[in-house]
Structure formats: structure tokens, C-alpha cells
């Protein structure tokens, strides 16, 4: 018998921006942030968690308190779910910082954090944070479980990644990127956050980031409650094929197949140009989840993670249904 699974969409735990809007950018609007979530509803992305990367404190202060505005102004329909900081608490080695810049990476500050906190109206949901650095376990213990700690950007060594368990870290942000393209066979971030078994894993499905190979084995090495869809999706995402600036001057080279990396290395991405409608798909293409998994690994963790009212996010009208033959999510709006 065919399943039948009733979802209004999918939940994104990492979204950058979208459309030419970028949630990093200190002269983005509280409307232009809520465009993005119409946007991204109309395609499928019933909720998210506005990302920002890393930037100078007060950039990210602005922007922070910018998403906490937007969050506050919104409607019925409360898409943004909240702000995960995916930085400035991340490797400064070339290849583990990915394009974050440098120049603006710092050690963990929780009396900063805090301060942050305050401004976002306790909506900063997610940390990403590198284990390794100075100060990282205190941390993720003090933040933790209020706030949830995630290992990404990262050359972190088993024993430290077992401590940040031991201290409240729980997930993993987009597991198999923000690496080096050549590191140690055996001991590497990847091999060590994968195998510490108390880490849910957040992965990127969208045809660049990670090969088939890769996705089937942490498939494998989790139950599917651990399992995370994100899209990663940056501003460049629903534009035409060009080479774009970033707003600290940064260059990034959008290829026609949706491929974005640095102009200067095109083995470092830059983010996602995909949604999860695409990513899910990219998914059942692989023919190793049933519909409600892959509604599960989509929708149903991730409202899990944030701990949100099920009533309130899983609705009987349908924005999404799953054809079994085409084993594609077609989005019904």
C-alpha cells in the first residue's frame, strides 16, 4: 500500500539568504528578510533558521538584530523559526574556514554571546562552533541544551569532539564540507565527528557538496531520528550564471549547472544555490527512503531539534505531495 504523509513542507536549519538577499548583509531589511521567507514558502521551505556567517562583530550584531525584527514582525505563518551563528567560534586554517573571512574569526566569547542573545531576543537557535578552539568546551557547556551546539569549520581531533559531547555539542553542520580537499586518511574532522555516534549529522543533498558515495554512508552509520536535510542555500540562490561579489569584497563564481565556489579556488563551494525541494528530491533519487523517511529526515527532526509544536508546523493542507513513481516531491501551490 502507498504511504500517505500529510506535511506542508520541509524545515531548513541553515539558510544564508536567497534571491540577491543575504541575511550576512548589514544593509539587508526586516522586509527583504521576509521576502526571503515567502519566497522559500511558496517553494516548498515551510520553516527555517536564518544564518549568519561569519562577519565583524558589529555587522553581526546588526544583522542579528535585523532577523530578530523580522521574526518579531512576522504573521500567522512564522517561517523564520529562529538565527543559527555559523561563526566567528570556527577554524581560521585555510580550507576548514571555507570563504569565511579570516580576518573576522575569533575565539569564543560567551559574554559577547550573551550580549547577542539579548539583542536576538533569545532567537539565536544554533551555534556553529569548532571544538579545538581556546575556550570552546566552556562554551558549549554553558550555552547548552538552551542553545544548540553544532561542530562545523572545523581540523578538530577525536578526543576534543568527545569532550564537546561530553559538554552539551549534539549535531554536526553540513558534515563533509568546510574541509580541507586533501587531509589524512584516517584522521580527519569528517572521519572524527562521524564517528562519535552521540552527533546528529546535518548534510547537503544538492549535487555538489557531497557524492552519492559519501550520502549513502552516513546514511548508514545513523539511526534516521540523527539524520538532517539542510540546503545551505546562499543569496546567489535563484539568480543566472555569473561571477558575483560578496558585500566584504569577496568574488564567487555561479557556474550554469548551479555550482558556486570561490573564484579564486573552484575546490573551495560557496554555499548552496539549491532549496530543500531540490535537495529532498536529489534524495529519493537515491531510492533508499520511504516517504515518510524522507519526510522525517526533512520536516519532522528538525521540528524534533527545535523543539517546536507539532500542532503549529504540521498542517492538513498539503504544500507538498510525493509521486511513487517518479519518486519526486511536486509542490502543489
Not at 536567497?18 to 521551505?45: M, N, R
Not at 584522521?187 to 552521540?198: D, F, L, Q, R, Y
Not at 554512508?217 to 560578496?246: F, Q, T
Amino acid at each position: 500500500m502507498k504511504e500517505s504523509v500529510v506535511s506542508k513542507g520541509f524545515i531548513d536549519l541553515q539558510i544564508n539568504g536567497y534571491a540577491g538577499i543575504d541575511f550576512t548583509d548589514p544593509e539587508t531589511s526586516v522586509d527583504e528578510v521576509l521576502k526571503v521567507a515567502d519566497i522559500l514558502a511558496d517553494q516548498g521551505t515551510v520553516g527555517f533558521l536564518a544564518t549568519i556567517t561569519t562577519s565583524p562583530r558589529e555587522e553581526i550584531e546588526h544583522c542579528v538584530d535585523t532577523l530578530s525584527k523580522a521574526i518579531n514582525k512576522q504573521g500567522n505563518d512564522r517561517h523564520i523559526l529562529g538565527i543559527h551563528l555559523e561563526g566567528p567560534y570556527i577554524s581560521s586554517e585555510y580550507g576548514y574556514r571555507g570563504i569565511h573571512p579570516e580576518r573576522s574569526i575569533s575565539l569564543p566569547d560567551l559574554t559577547w554571546f550573551q550580549q547577542l542573545q539579548k539583542i536576538s531576543d533569545n532567537n539565536i537557535r544554533i551555534v556553529t562552533i569548532a571544538p579545538e578552539l581556546e575556550g570552546a568546551l566552556e562554551f558549549i557547556q554553558a550555552v547548552s541544551p538552551d542553545v544548540i551546539t553544532s561542530v562545523g569549520h572545523t581540523n578538530c581531533p577525536f578526543t576534543i569532539i568527545n569532550q564537546a559531547v561530553n559538554a552539551g555539542l549534539s549535531l554536526a553542520t553540513h558534515v563533509g564540507n568546510g574541509c580541507k580537499q586533501n587531509i589524512d586518511r584516517h584522521n580527519n574532522p569528517i572521519v572524527n565527528i562521524i564517528g562519535c555516534s552521540e552527533i546528529g549529522l546535518c548534510f547537503i543533498p544538492d549535487g555538489f557538496h557531497l557524492p552519492e558515495a559519501f550520502i549513502r554512508m552516513i546514511i548508514n552509520c545513523r539511526p534516521i531520528e540523527k539524520l538532517y536535510v539542510i540546503s545551505d542555500a546562499v543569496k546567489y540562490a535563484g539568480l543566472p550564471a555569473n561571477v558575483y561579489e560578496m558585500h566584504d569584497g569577496t568574488q564567487i563564481s555561479l557556474a550554469e549547472d548551479g555550482k558556486l565556489t570561490l573564484l579564486s579556488d573552484p575546490n573551495i563551494l560557496a554555499g548552496s544555490t539549491s532549496n530543500m525541494i531540490k535537495c529532498m528530491n536529489n534524495l529519493a533519487a537515491l531510492n533508499v527512503f520511504t516517504e515518510s523517511e524522507l519526510f522525517r529526515i526533512g520536516y519532522f527532526n528538525q521540528i524534533a531539534l527545535l523543539n517546536l509544536d507539532p500542532n503549529v508546523y504540521y498542517l492538513d493542507k498539503t504544500r507538498l505531495v510525493f509521486d511513487s513513481f517518479s519518486k519526486q516531491f511536486i509542490n502543489i501551490v
